[in-house]
């Protein structure tokens, strides 16, 4: 038997998964994947992934706009996320956040999005999945706003920074205001070797293992389409980064994702 492990993020409500979606999270069972938290994107995605997640016992929803769709999320859209984050098998709010990389949306909307979506948070008590690139001074400096003015969860955990690659200081800043730090298959590339210094030095309590399926596949598989199965793989990578047993990163990255999303 596989050591269990949690993909604390997929999206395998998108079309890529439209043909085998539930052959995926048999293959993903098989591998030892115990829990799936797929994440939305927009009202769409983020009703798909509670569908998934309310026909699929492996599978849990987080409901949100990623910064791309910031530029068409209105008041309306808020109220109606509001309501999504309230039915069962949702455990968080995401992803939201800020992107300057592809910039897809002008930076104000974005700021606007993710602020009326970490109100929604606030209020409704569910931690965040947090996106971030290429803005890692703007979103310390948000969330820490946010930290300010928002009455702390009794087990202080605020959410999780997905797909981190960011520096140490970084890393330490949000491990402080409360957030996990969520690492994906792309450790393992070549090009992420100067950052293995950085993980070895993020505590092992605070770290989770995710896919971001269809995404960011393994190095093995780059260019093919991601899936949850393929999780092995960065807790691998994470073992010997760390130069810990394998079964000692798998327990102690799911006991993390079960504190984060308090699953039952
Ligand atoms: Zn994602």
């Known amino acids: 038997m596989p050591p269990a492990i949690i993909d604390a993020h997929a999206h395998l409500d998108m079309p890529p998964f439209n043909r085998d979606r539930n052959e995926a999270i048999?293959?993903?069972r098989e591998a030892g994947v115990t829990a799936i938290i797929n994440v939305g994107i927009n009202l769409k995605s983020s009703e798909d992934a509670i569908v998934l997640a309310q026909t699929n016992r492996d599978v849990f929803a987080a409901v949100g706009f990623h910064p791309h769709e910031a530029?068409?999320?209105?008041?309306?859209?808020?109220?109606?996320?509001a309501d999504l984050a309230r039915q069962a098998r949702v455990v968080a709010i995401g992803e939201i956040g800020l992107d300057y990389y592809r910039n897809q949306s002008p930076h104000e909307a974005q700021h606007r999005a993710l602020r009326w979506q970490l109100e929604v948070?606030?209020?409704?008590?569910?931690?965040?999945?947090i996106h971030c690139r290429q803005s890692e001074?703007?979103?310390?400096?948000?969330?820490?706003?946010?930290?300010?003015?928002?009455?702390?969860?009794?087990?202080?955990?605020?959410?999780?920074?997905?797909?981190?690659?960011?520096?140490?200081?970084?890393?330490?800043?949000?491990i402080d205001m409360g957030f996990y730090i969520?690492?994906?298959?792309?450790?393992?590339?070549?090009?992420?070797?100067?950052s293995h210094r950085i993980i070895n030095d993020i505590p092992m309590n605070r770290i989770l293992i995710e896919t971001d399926s269809p995404f960011l596949p393994p190095q093995s598989r780059r260019g093919q389409r991601n899936e949850p199965s393929y999780l092995p793989v960065t807790a691998a990578t994470l073992a010997?980064?760390?130069?810990?047993?394998?079964?000692?990163?798998?327990?102690?990255?799911?006991?993390?994702?079960?504190r984060v999303f308090r699953l039952p």
């Open 26 to 28: 048999a293959r993903a």
């Open 71 to 81: 530029t068409s999320v209105n008041q309306r859209d808020i109220k109606k996320l």
């Open 121 to 129: 948070a606030a209020d409704s008590g569910l931690p965040v999945v």
């Open 137 to 174: 001074n703007d979103m310390v400096a948000t969330l820490k706003k946010w930290a300010s003015f928002t009455k702390p969860p009794d087990d202080g955990i605020r959410g999780v920074i997905h797909c981190f690659s960011g520096s140490l200081e970084t890393a330490r800043q949000y």
């Open 182 to 194: 969520s690492l994906g298959a792309y450790i393992g590339y070549p090009t992420s070797t100067s």
């Open 240 to 258: 010997s980064i760390k130069r810990a047993h394998l079964e000692l990163v798998a327990q102690e990255t799911t006991a993390n994702a079960r």
